[in-house]
């Protein structure tokens, strides 16, 4: 069979698809797909006859063409996805193949370069959050916060959490898929009634800041409260509000995670991201994922290995903390990348343009009859109350080249998420306060 494979194109002609069903003792490819049900396994496709790619080449473009691009269009679209200025640097540097085709460090000899990106990365995440410890990286915000929820649980050994509203429903939505097999009880309630109401078998309060309306959260109370209750407080915050403002650790958070996409990561429909995860010290071995440390060698020469590996892959099942693998370290990368360019004076520049933009739209907008800021105090984006349906201001929007917030209407009233950072210039928010005057 070797010489069938000496190109890098495997065409798996009949003759090599006959030798491998041969090989594994199965007479056609179907007996494969017999744990999936039969009326699932073979759908009909309806797929176009095949076509020469220069035709498909076009064909992919016209497509593409269809969507609305930030850049090309005006966008205050957030709620949990930002869009930042990159500098070219960042794709230049983690293009490098050293890094594009490294999978995971096992191998500290020959993988030192990796192994101190990640530790860079997770030093940066500690003075980010003021935490004491960190990790390499989860898969996004939401699944850190999912797992961050099933490590105060394992310490606590109490299986209710309460979630305080204003988390994002998509972070609650994973944390629920995450948990649902594991008989912990998710508890969402408002932050007042989370106050009132003494839990002595909660596990973990969980509370977003700012909260997914913009509404930055006055913690300190909550914290006071899980302190009562022995319970863990999991904060999760956005890190480009955590250049400018008080970091987690100032009120008493014992787990903090967020989303890292806005440092060096582009939108890219939605992912891959690259998940922040760090705690206090002395609940690191619950710490999931993996974590590198600075070391020496025999020879006294600084080096880089991973100090603890607490996924099933390398000790018993039962005492896994997560499986969270490798598949977020390239992203990482960036995010180190951007957070080294920008250093700490860089970084709270930019969040006092983005502080400052969405203010100043916040103070025009809040002039125009029909619209109502809700937000008391906010970071980057804002909750808007409009007179009329958000979908056809939207519609209205972006038949003038501008996407418009995220809807977060319900019955009883119109509202959309409005989001602002340094890429907006003040043309671009006048324009948006121009035409929201004329739809409302």
């Not at 991973?306 to 997560?322: F, G, M, N, V, Y």
């Amino acid at each position: 069979m070797t010489n069938h494979y000496q190109s890098t194109y495997t065409p798996n002609t009949p003759a090599i698809k006959e030798e491998m069903l041969k090989e594994i003792g199965v007479k056609s490819y179907k007996e494969l797909f017999v744990d999936i049900p039969e009326k699932f396994r073979f759908p009909e496709l309806n797929l176009p006859s095949p076509t020469s790619e220069l035709d498909l080449k076009n064909e992919m473009s016209k497509l593409a063409n269809k969507n609305s691009i930030p850049g090309e269009y005006s966008s205050f679209l957030g709620a949990g996805a930002y869009r930042h200025f990159i500098p070219s640097v960042v794709k230049q540097l983690t293009s490098r193949s050293e890094f594009m085709t490294s999978y995971t460090p096992y191998q500290p000899e020959v993988s030192q370069g990796t192994l101190q990106a990640h530790f860079e990365f997770q030093s940066m995440v500690c003075e980010l959050t003021g935490m004491e410890a960190a990790n390499a990286g989860m898969y996004d915000g939401a699944t850190s916060a999912a797992e961050a929820v099933l490590m105060a649980c394992r310490i606590n050994k109490k299986f209710k959490v309460n979630i305080v509203d204003g988390v994002s429903p998509f972070y609650i939505d994973v944390i629920k898929t995450l948990t649902q097999a594991t008989g912990i009880e998710i508890i969402t309630q408002d932050l007042n009634t989370a106050l009132n109401a003494s839990e002595e078998s909660t596990a973990c309060y969980v509370i977003q800041q700012p909260n997914f309306s913009g509404e930055i959260e006055d913690i300190n109370k909550l914290n006071e409260l899980s302190k009562k209750n022995d319970a863990l407080l999991i904060v999760i915050s956005e890190p480009m509000f955590l250049s400018m403002y008080k970091t987690p650790n100032n009120y008493g958070a014992d787990i903090v995670v967020g989303e890292g996409q806005p440092f060096g990561v582009s939108l890219t429909y939605g992912g891959p991201y690259a998940g922040l995860f760090a705690c206090k010290k002395k609940y690191l071995r619950q710490l999931p994922g993996r974590i590198v440390g600075e070391t020496v060698d025999s020879e006294n020469v600084k080096g880089y290995v991973l100090t603890l590996q607490t996924r099933e892959q390398h000790i018993k099942r039962d005492r896994a903390t997560s499986n969270i693998c490798t598949s977020v370290g390239l992203i990482a990368l960036m995010s180190t990348v951007y957070m080294a360019l920008q250093g700490k004076v860089g970084l709270k520049y930019l969040s006092e343009l983005c502080y400052h933009k969405a203010h100043y739209a916040a103070s025009k907008i809040s002039a125009l009859d029909g619209y109502e800021i809700l937000n008391n105090n906010f970071f980057k984006e804002f909750t808007l109350k409009c007179g009329t349906d958000v979908k056809k201001i939207n519609s209205y929007l972006h038949e003038n080249k501008v996407i418009g917030g995220y809807n977060t209407s319900d019955e009883s009233k119109n509202t959309m998420l409005l989001s602002f950072t340094e890429m907006n210039s003040k043309e671009e928010i006048d324009r948006l306060v121009t035409l929201l005057s004329k739809v409302n």
